[in-house]
């Protein structure tokens, strides 16, 4: 099976929306960030899948960054950082996010065992 998206394939570029603490021109150093999801996304269809990134109280002491990734038949998955670096919590949030992904289908491979 190819890890690279195919026309049809979700990609973290159609999927993500920007939530609050982020601006639309922020958007392509959002998805060079994430991206790194897209090889899990190959095989579901854009229109199952949606991915949400926000901010709170951002650029402060405390700031939150979450990541929630909805891929239809999968539970949502949910990552937060508060590393005071916003690309930084970002990427830490991707991460986390890929983990889950990886973790979930791997559970749902015909040999994976309990």
Avoid: Y
Wanted: net charge negative.
């Amino acid at each position: 099976m190819s890890t690279t998206p195919g026309p049809d394939d979700a990609t973290v570029s159609q999927c993500l929306q920007l939530g609050h603490g982020f601006h639309e021109d922020e958007r392509e150093k959002a998805v060079s960030v994430l991206d790194r999801l897209d090889h899990r996304l190959v095989g579901e269809p854009a229109a199952g899948v949606r991915i949400d990134l926000h901010a709170k109280d951002r650029d402060h002491p405390g700031q939150k960054v979450t990541l929630e990734a909805h891929v239809a038949g999968l539970p949502t998955m949910v990552a937060t950082s508060e590393r005071d670096d916003l690309w930084a919590a970002v990427t830490q949030v991707r991460d986390e996010v890929l983990r889950q992904l990886n973790d979930e289908k791997d559970k749902r491979r015909p040999n994976h065992r309990h």
